[in-house]
């Protein structure tokens, strides 16, 4: 049986049925009323897909696929009438399998799709209704707070926690200068997003492939992409992606960009498509799930104060493209 829940695609065991009732933002509807059962299929995967062909195979997937529809889909379509994807992409965070008590020295080998696996494609309703979403799909960074909202019709859907730039100056050798490693605030919007980034530590500026992992163990780095936003129309090439160092969650850490641990970064990116919107602040007052107010640490001591703009600048923009140099750690 599929089940489908708020545009979501469930697995069950009887494949070949859809079940006729659909929640979609707090309504039922049938399925033959909501969906045209005509446009809509699954595909059988032929061979196992394994993390490391994940980008290559959903390009070719979809080129497939899109010459058969009088639509399209894309990869944020596909993930979400397929929340499986996101599901499996996530458990190749080696934190993750660790506690399972499994030491994955390679994320990238892991299995996405087994052979045999059925891949639903939404009909034409269904893709216009997941386009509305993420066209009402932003994030919302507090730095302080040391979190990711991820926001959606103005509620939150998601959140995630984050670590940031360290509170201070240090020579970076790729910059060739000193350089304060705040994190940036501004607004603006998701400019770029790098699949294959190179790791080159800014410190030395030489190039890395593996990290050591917060219990000393060395693996290959992950192939989670990184998102490159634009903040108040400037491009100062900082990131967010992936950090191998779960420890660092929650702290000051990074040479600037913000980092999120690997399961994490993986689901933050199928909700952050190119020109999804961006707001990244500094606001030592919040509201906890209860609706009682409560106060950050002032990580930057800024206070109550708007920082100017050298300060929330994290000094001068410096670009790297398709790079990371945010550090090892």
């Known amino acids: 049986m599929v089940s489908i829940c708020k545009g979501f695609l469930f697995f069950n065991s009887d494949e070949d049925s859809i079940k006729e009732e659909i929640f979609r933002h707090g309504t039922i509807s049938t399925y033959q009323d909501s969906l045209p059962a005509k446009e809509a299929y699954f595909v059988e995967i032929d061979k196992n897909i394994y993390i490391k062909d994940y980008h290559k195979w959903v390009e070719n997937f979809l080129i497939e ?9 894309d990869e944020y379509i596909l993930a979400k009438a397929n929340p499986g994807f996101v599901d499996s992409l996530k458990k190749s965070d080696y934190y993750y399998l660790k506690e399972k008590g499994i030491i994955s020295y390679d994320p990238k080998e892991g299995l996405f799709l087994g052979k045999g696996t059925k891949v639903f494609i939404p009909d034409s309703m269904m893709v216009f209704s997941i386009k509305q979403d993420i066209l009402q799909t932003r994030l919302d960074i507090n730095i302080p707070e040391f979190l990711c909202r991820v926001y959606q019709y103005k509620k939150v859907i998601d959140s995630f926690y984050i670590r940031i730039g360290k509170n201070e100056q240090k020579y970076l050798a790729m ?14 919007k998701i400019v770029r997003i790098n699949k294959e980034p190179q790791f080159i530590n800014p410190v030395d500026n030489k190039k890395y492939t593996g990290t050591k992992r917060d219990d000393g163990i060395v693996t290959q780095l992950p192939n989670i992409p990184w998102l490159e936003t634009e903040l108040d129309g400037v491009k100062y090439g900082q990131m967010i992606h992936p950090t191998t160092n779960k420890s660092t969650i929650g702290k000051a850490a990074s040479n600037g960009c913000i980092g999120l641990r ?13 020109n999804t919107p961006v707001r990244i602040r500094y606001d030592l007052k919040g509201i906890d799930s209860l609706g009682n107010t ?3 640490k002032d990580i930057y001591s800024w206070k109550w104060r ?3 703009k050298k300060e929330s600048a994290g000094g001068e923009s410096v670009l790297f493209n398709h790079l990371c140099y945010c550090g090892k750690d």
């Open 65 to 73: 696929v899109n010459g058969k529809l009088d639509y399209s889909i």
């Open 175 to 188: 910059a060739g200068k000193v350089m304060n490693l705040k994190t940036r605030t501004g607004e603006g």
């Open 262 to 274: 690997e399961s994490d970064m993986w689901a933050l990116y199928f909700y952050a498509p190119v």
């Open 294 to 296: 409560i106060y950050f």
């Open 306 to 308: 708007k920082p100017n």
